[in-house]
Every structure is written in structure tokens, then in C-alpha cells.
């Protein structure tokens, strides 16, 4: 099974919403990653988490906050969000080697209104 | 910084045609590369991904990319391309650990 599962599919909020994204993966990996994408451009490095420890932040503003729960799991809790951030966030699942594959979730679509 | 450059934004080509989308990436001691789709509202699908060895590099779908250093490029090609492969394709390379890094991406239209 080499499936990445992401809910919701979409989310609508307002700016003043709280809001999470969930992630879930069965393959075993350890590495766990959230990416976003804007609409026609490529996917941009968010988080990456480490047998469940936070190994890369990409200077992420602190309105999205990452959590790792367990191996399997992986969230990014969403506050205060501006409209710019909307786009589709994907999520990614490896195991811990730097050239080992990242299989993706199919993406939350987000808008913030 | 490392990174991955796609030479055309938009390839368009006729059904059973033979397609190549270009990817250069900056040199560097070690190059890790990597060629993904992404089929419309989905996420990425690995196609393939050099690592090191023969330079042929062959992928699912009928794709199969050339890692050239002398000339730092690690083009994807297929022999005859199908409506389904209709999609965006892009080039990514790793940056640091685990950091990939994605060029602006290609998107492949095919032509009946």
C-alpha cells in the first residue's frame, strides 16, 4: 500500500477561523512532510518531521503550526490565516534517507475568505 | 542554492508522437534527481529518479529520462505519448536532506 490519505479534500474559512489539516500514512515511513502549492506553481517545502520530531521548518509563518502525534499521523493546524494563503497543501510521507521516495497525499484545497 | 530549471513551460504534441521534456539542474558533487506528475486536482506521482549508476534511467508509464552530466540535464522522454499522459510534469532535485526542490514544472498537452 502506498497510499497518502489527506482530509478534508477542501476547506472554505474565514481569517479568523481555526481550522486542521490531517495527513495519514501506513507504509511505515518516518518522515512525514507538508508542502504548498499555489495554483500553476510548484510544490514549496513547508515542515518536515523526523521520527515524529520537527527536523525542518522553511521560516513558516506561525499560523500554520505542524504536529506529529505519531508515526502515522500528521496535522497542520491552521490560525489567522490570510487570503494569500490559499492554495492546495500537500502532504508527503518517506522513509528517513535523503534519496528515498516521497509518495504525496492528493492535497487539501484551501480558501481562506 | 541547488536547483532544477524546465526549459519550456507548455509542450504540446500530437497522440503517438514522441515527446522529451527538458530539465537542467546546477552542478554539484552529488545529484539526486528526480521526475514527478501530477494529474489534474491530485497530488504527485513519482515517474522515476536517478540516484547513481546507469545513466538510462527507465520509469513507469513508458517514460524513461538520460542523466547527462557534461551537459548537467536530466530530460524525460516517451516514444508515443497517450491522451491520458496529459498532465504536469516536474523536475526535482534534493537540497540538503530531505528538501526537495521543484523546477516551474511543464505541462504536457496531447493532441488527438
Known amino acids: 500500500d502506498t497510499e497518502v490519505t489527506q482530509t478534508p479534500k477542501h476547506l472554505v474559512m474565514g481569517m479568523t477561523n481555526k481550522k486542521s489539516l490531517k495527513c495519514e500514512q501506513h507504509?511505515?515511513?518516518?518522515?512525514m512532510y507538508w508542502y504548498k502549492q499555489k495554483a500553476k506553481k510548484p510544490p514549496e517545502l513547508m515542515f518536515v518531521y523526523s521520527y515524529e520530531k520537527l527536523s525542518i521548518n522553511e521560516s513558516v509563518p506561525s499560523r500554520f503550526s505542524p504536529e506529529c502525534p505519531n508515526s502515522s499521523l500528521l496535522n497542520l493546524h491552521l490560525h489567522a490565516l490570510q487570503p494569500e494563503d490559499s492554495a492546495l497543501y500537500l502532504c508527503a510521507s518517506s522513509q528517513v534517507g535523503i534519496t528515498d521516495t516521497q509518495y504525496f497525499g492528493p492535497g487539501t484545497r484551501l480558501t481562506v475568505l | 542554492a541547488q536547483s532544477v530549471t524546465q526549459l519550456d513551460s507548455q509542450v504540446p504534441v500530437f497522440e503517438e508522437a514522441p515527446v522529451e521534456l527538458r530539465c537542467n539542474y546546477s552542478?554539484?558533487?552529488?545529484?539526486?534527481l528526480f521526475w514527478y506528475v501530477q494529474y489534474p486536482n491530485q497530488g504527485l506521482q513519482l515517474l522515476l529518479k536517478?540516484?547513481?549508476?546507469?545513466?538510462l534511467v527507465k520509469g513507469i508509464n513508458g517514460f524513461e529520462a538520460e542523466f547527462n552530466k557534461s551537459q548537467t540535464s536530466f530530460h524525460l522522454r516517451k516514444p508515443s505519448v497517450h491522451i491520458s499522459d496529459t498532465a504536469e510534469y516536474f523536475c526535482?532535485?534534493?537540497?540538503?536532506?530531505?528538501?526537495?526542490?521543484f523546477g516551474q514544472g511543464t505541462r504536457l498537452t496531447i493532441n488527438p
Open positions: 536517478y540516484l547513481s549508476g546507469s545513466t
Open positions: 552542478s554539484s558533487v552529488s545529484v539526486y
Open positions: 507504509m511505515g515511513h518516518r518522515a
Open positions: 526535482a532535485r534534493i537540497q540538503g536532506a530531505q528538501k526537495l526542490v
